[in-house]
């Protein structure tokens, strides 16, 4: 079963009430429902908020569709405003329809913004993150896999393919920065406040 994930992590936010963040962040129209833990963010247009360590995660998918446009959206300059000594870190997974998304702001601006879905990259600004260079040096696709691609593709789609896909698997990676391990990994250890709406 294909695991959908939209969660921001904003670093050294300790002990915050999962109430509390809300308030701050202006966010209003939801009631709590109970307690869970990441998997439950799963295809669920809740609002889930908690903390692994000392990094807050909040995670619904409209909350982090607002981090991926061209010029930062009402919510995403909330974002910088509550948490202005932080690390903004978003992410998108959607194996459905190919979609992922991945965003770094620090000081207030955006480092690295990246997304896209089905083949396509939509956004794609700032330099490479380490866990993008590392990925980019191992092989994307098998010897095999790219002859066969070639044959009905130009070389130019060969490689926007390739760049799509070493994009896609950036958001996996870049978890670790975060969690010590990949976000499934620690799923169970992400204990969230889960809020519907009201």
């Known amino acids: 079963m294909a695991w959908n994930k939209y969660f921001i992590i904003v670093t050294d936010q300790p002990g915050i009430e999962p109430g509390d963040v809300l308030k701050r962040l202006g966010i209003v129209g939801f009631k709590l429902v109970g307690q869970t833990d990441f998997h439950a963010t799963n295809k669920s247009d809740d609002l889930f908020v908690g903390y692994f360590g000392q990094q807050l995660v909040i995670a619904n ?5 607002s ?3 061209d010029e930062p ?6 974002f910088i405003e509550t948490f202005p000594n932080s690390i903004i870190a978003v992410f998108m997974e959607n194996s459905t329809v190919d979609q992922f998304g991945f965003a770094i702001i620090e000081g207030g601006h955006r480092i690295r913004v990246s997304d896209g879905s089905d083949g396509e990259i939509f956004h794609d600004f700032g330099p490479l993150l380490p866990e993008e260079e590392n990925i980019r040096r ?9 002859e066969e691609m070639r044959e009905d593709m130009s070389e130019q789609e060969v490689e926007n393919m390739i760049r799509f896909e070493a994009n896609w698997r950036v958001p996996r990676q870049l978890s670790k920065r975060y969690f010590g391990e990949t ?3 620690v799923a ?6 889960q809020y519907t709406k009201s």
């Open 183 to 185: 976000v499934e990994d």
């Open 67 to 69: 981090f991926f446009s």
């Open 61 to 65: 998918p409209d909350l982090v569709y």
């Open 73 to 78: 959206s009402e919510i995403e300059l909330k």
């Open 138 to 146: 191992g092989p994307i696709f098998d010897p095999d896999e790219l």
């Open 188 to 193: 169970e250890e992400i204990r969230l406040s």
